[in-house]
Each structure stands twice: as C-alpha cells, then as structure tokens.
Nanobody, 125 residues
Framework: QVQLVESGGGLVQAGVSLRLSCAASGRTFSSYFMGWFRQAPGKGREFVASINWSGGSTRYADSVKGRFTISRDNAKNMVYLQMNSVKPEDTAVYYC??????????????????WGQGTQVTVSS
C-alpha cells in the first residue's frame, strides 16, 4: 500500500510556471505506475499525465502536451508535475494517483488504486 501527499499548488497568474510534487510513502514506490489527474468545479476527474515505473515512458493529455512535464525520482519517492505557461483553464484540484497493477487505459481514473488529497491550482488571467 502507498500513501500520497501532494503539494505545490497555489494562486498564480497566467503564463507562469508551477511545480507540483507528490510524496509517496513505502519502500516499493518504484513498483507503482503514477499519474496526475485534475478536477475543475462541476466537472469530472480528468487525466493530465502518467509515468511508468522507471520514468522512461510518459503520456499526456492533449490539453497539456508541450506545457506540462511529469517526472519521478524513485530514490526520493517523489513524482513531479512541472507546469509551464499555465492558463486559466488549468484551474483545478490536482491529484496524484498510483497503481501497482496497470489496467488499461491508464488515462482512466478508476484504474488507479491510491489517491492523494489533492492540491488546488488557481490560474488568474
């Protein structure tokens, strides 16, 4: 089992950069496939990015491709989401998610077993 804690959210202006962090507990972090999702008010949970166990394979939603970068540091039990050129439409609660047994598609929230509490990102225009 793994516990996830997100940090790094806040209120920022459009166009700036922001880095979200997700700290994971446990000694088997490297065996978890990780993802970032977001949920805006009144909307469902939306896939943002995912990264495989080694960090060698990543996937992004079209809406963030080229602006966001997901990475992980297995030695530190950390996953990051670097957000560049943020837009007002990026405003949402951002969640870190993990699963040990990958079920396709990895862009679907229900295929992740563990979730953090979320961190709010608000982008003003």
């Amino acid at each position: 089992q793994v516990q996830l804690v997100e940090s790094g959210g806040g209120l920022v202006q459009a166009g700036v950069s922001l880095r979200l962090s997700c700290a994971a507990s446990g000694r088997t972090f490297s065996s978890y496939f990780m993802g970032w999702f977001r949920q805006a008010p009144g909307k469902g949970r939306e896939f943002v990015a995912s990264i495989n166990w080694s960090g060698g394979s990543t996937r992004y939603a079209d809406s963030v491709k080229g602006r966001f970068t997901i990475s992980r540091d297995n030695a530190k039990n950390m996953v990051y989401l670097q957000m560049n050129s943020v837009k007002p439409e990026d405003t949402a609660v951002y969640y870190c998610a993990a699963t040990k047994l990958v079920t396709l598609p990895t862009t679907t929230a229900r295929n992740y077993d563990y979730w953090g509490q979320g961190t709010q990102v608000t982008v003003s225009s």
